[in-house]
C-alpha cells in the first residue's frame, strides 16, 4: 500500500492513524472579484495547490503532515461593494480557525502552520496567534504564505501589485489556466487616498477595495505567464516542505520552539 499522502480528504481513516500527525497546515483562501480576467476563486485555487504541493513534499521526506482542506470563504469586508465578495464576520474567523485548531490538537498535532493566501485575513490571523499564546492547551502556531518563494522567483514579476496583477495572473495561467480569459487582460486602475500622509505606508488603515481598486483588480497583468507562475508556486512549496518537516522532526520542549 502506498504511504498516506497528507492530504486530509483523500485519506481514509486508516491512513490517518497510521500517518498519526504532528503537524498541520491549515490552508486559507478566498471569495473575491479579481477582476475582469481572473475568477473569484483565485486565492483559493492557488493556497489550495500551494499548500498541496508542499505537503505532498513534506510527506516524501518522512514529515507526518496533514493538509486540511482549503477554506474558501474567509474575511472581506473591505470589499464589500463588489457583488459576492464572500465573507464572514472577524469575530466568527477567529472563532473558526480556533475550534479548528483546538481539535488539531485533540487529534495529536502540536505544530500547526497556517498557509494564508489572502491579504485580507493578515491582521486576523495575527490577532488569532496572540489569543493563543495565552494558553497552554493548544499547539504552536505559526503563519506563512506564497511569500516563501526564493527572491530570484519573485523576481520574474516585473510588475508587483496588492490585487489581482501580474503575480496573480501568472499563478491561474498554471494552476486554473481554463479559467482564466486573456482578452481581458490589462493595465486595471488603481485608486490613491487623497491625503499624503495616509499614502505613507507607516499609516495604515482597512482602505475600501472598490475605491483601491475600482474594476476590482489592479495593476499590470499582461506580462503574467504559466511559467511565472510555476516557477514562484514550486519554489514556494519547496521552502514551505522545508518548514513543515523541521516542525514535524523537531522534539517535544516546553519552550518550544527555543
Not at 486565492?43 to 513534499?57: E, M, P, S
Not at 472577524?90 to 498535532?109: C, K, N, P, W
Not at 520574474?156 to 496588492?162: F, N, R, T
Request: net charge negative.
Amino acid at each position: 500500500m502506498p504511504e498516506p499522502s497528507g492530504i486530509l480528504e483523500e485519506m481514509t481513516i486508516d491512513d490517518l492513524r497510521e500517518l498519526a500527525p504532528n503537524v498541520a497546515v491549515i490552508p486559507l483562501g478566498s471569495t473575491e472579484p479579481h477582476g475582469p480576467a481572473l475568477p473569484l476563486g483565485t486565492d483559493t485555487f492557488q493556497t489550495d495547490v500551494l499548500a498541496k504541493r508542499a505537503t505532498r513534499l513534506a510527506r516524501e521526506r518522512g514529515a507526518r503532515v496533514v493538509c486540511y482542506p482549503t477554506l474558501p470563504i474567509t474575511l472581506n469586508n473591505n470589499c464589500r461593494k463588489f457583488p459576492f465578495a464572500c465573507r464572514v464576520g472577524v469575530r466568527t474567523f477567529m472563532s473558526m480557525l480556533t475550534d479548528i485548531i483546538e481539535q488539531a490538537y485533540a487529534d495529536g498535532v502540536r505544530r500547526v502552520l497556517i498557509l494564508n493566501g489572502h491579504g485580507g485575513n493578515n491582521e486576523t490571523v495575527g490577532a488569532l496567534m496572540r489569543d493563543l499564546a495565552a494558553r497552554d492547551d493548544v499547539p504552536f502556531v505559526c503563519v506563512t504564505s506564497g511569500g516563501m518563494a526564493s527572491p530570484e522567483a519573485s523576481a520574474m514579476i516585473e510588475h508587483p501589485s496588492e490585487h489581482g496583477g501580474e503575480r496573480e495572473a501568472s499563478y491561474q495561467m498554471y494552476v486554473r489556466p481554463d479559467l482564466v480569459r486573456h482578452d481581458k487582460l490589462a493595465d486595471n486602475p488603481r485608486g490613491q487616498a487623497t491625503l499624503p500622509s495616509l499614502r505613507n505606508p507607516a499609516v495604515q488603515f482597512v482602505r475600501p477595495w472598490h475605491a483601491h481598486v475600482p474594476v476590482s483588480a489592479g495593476g499590470e497583468q499582461r506580462k503574467a505567464s504559466a511559467e511565472k507562475g510555476k516557477a514562484i508556486i514550486e519554489s514556494a512549496a519547496a521552502n514551505i516542505a522545508t518548514l513543515l518537516v523541521e516542525l514535524s522532526e523537531a522534539p517535544e520542549s516546553a519552550d518550544f520552539p527555543y
